[in-house]
């Protein structure tokens, strides 16, 4: 089965920086997008950072600037680089991915498909 292996999350203080990780395993045939959504307690989930297969990224207003999305499409592997973090980045942060993978003689896709979440906390 596909699983969605997150890493890079823990606590760092305000103006510290992260690197998420969000690697793809089991038998994937292809990816179309991936990105990194996350939620803090009480509240909505948002997206946060969205690559396509081609390279198109699409930031959330909050972190433009601060945060990068990546992806090494030989490894299926998309990363965030999160940069001068602050208090309001805290959030449980969830990788995403719309793919296609195999299962017995066939395939199928899906165009939601989450991980387990990582938790960023960012305190003093």
């Known amino acids: 089965q596909v699983q969605l292996v997150e890493s890079g999350g823990g606590l760092v203080q305000p103006g510290g920086s992260l690197r998420l990780s969000c690697a793809p395993s089991?038998?994937?045939?292809?990816?179309?997008?991936m990105g990194w959504y996350r939620q803090a307690p009480g509240k909505q989930r948002e997206v946060v950072a969205r690559?396509?297969?081609?390279?198109?990224?699409n930031y959330a207003d909050s972190v433009k600037g601060r945060f990068t999305i990546s992806r090494d499409s030989a490894k299926n592997t998309v990363y965030l680089q999160m940069n001068s973090l602050n208090p309001d980045d805290t959030a449980v942060y969830y990788c995403?991915?719309?793919?296609?993978?195999?299962?017995?003689?066939?395939?199928?896709?899906?165009?939601?498909?989450w991980g387990q979440g990582t938790q960023v906390t960012v305190s003093s």
């Open positions: 690559i396509t297969r081609g390279g198109t990224t």
């Open positions: 089991g038998p994937i045939l292809s990816i179309n997008a």
């Open positions: 995403n991915a719309d793919l296609a993978y195999i299962e017995g003689s066939t395939w199928r896709h899906r165009d939601d498909y």
